[in-house]
């Protein structure tokens, strides 16, 4: 770690968010300390933005220093936005072949994920937003990635984020994007306040 950057916690037990987080914010002033075991309490909530702001929110509570949560969420068109905010949920009990059987008689496959960081370091939560749009593919491609990531397309692209290298997804991907706006935010408006 640099003597520039500062240390924050990334509280997560997905390996594979950790390792996309960091990409996107490396070389920003930023390094990311991965915490789990914290069992992280989450609200019910159809909104993205509160599940990550309550999370936020707990674990600075708990560890008593400035820490990030992300949540994400797949968000199908001709399903009215399910799985959305309950994906994670969705993904353990029906997986990739559940969802796919959800849709398998639509036409019409269009998604977008969704990805909310929230910030706490005692004087507030601030969230930060990532969308990618895409489609749903017809059947799981590539072995990469996690989650739903083998199913979704995302725009412009006739591959899923599973076939493509982690440097390949993290070049747009609804968590890089959230992550680059949290670091741009905490490395100049942050600072700045802070060192007011």
Not at 50 to 71: C, K
Not at 136 to 158: C, E, N, T, Y
Not at 179 to 186: D, E, G, L, M, R
Request: aromatic fraction near 10%.
């Amino acid at each position: 770690m640099s003597p520039k950057e500062d240390r924050i916690s990334f509280l997560t037990s997905n390996r594979g968010k950790f390792r996309e987080a960091q990409l996107a914010v490396a070389g920003q002033g930023i390094s990311l300390e991965r915490v789990r075991g914290l069992g992280r309490m989450e609200i019910q909530s159809d909104r993205i933005e509160e599940v990550a702001s309550f999370s936020s929110l707990m674990g600075y509570f708990s560890l008593g220093r400035p820490v990030v949560v992300e949540d994400a969420g797949l968000f199908v068109d001709t399903l009215e936005g399910f799985p959305g905010a309950y994906s994670s949920y969705v993904f353990k009990t029906i997986g990739v072949s559940g969802l796919l059987k959800l849709m398998e008689d639509s036409v019409h496959r269009r998604a977008h994920f969704q990805s909310v960081v929230a910030f706490c370091d005692g004087s507030g939560v601030r969230t930060f937003t990532g969308v990618v749009e895409g489609v749903i593919a017809s059947a799981p491609k590539g072995g990469r990635g996690f989650g739903f990531d083998p199913v979704f397309m995302p725009k412009g692209s006739r591959r899923t984020y599973a076939e493509m290298s982690l440097e390949e997804k993290c070049t747009s991907s609804h968590r890089s994007k959230a992550f680059k706006s949290f670091a741009k935010w905490y490395t100049q408006d942050h600072e700045a306040t802070t060192n007011a």
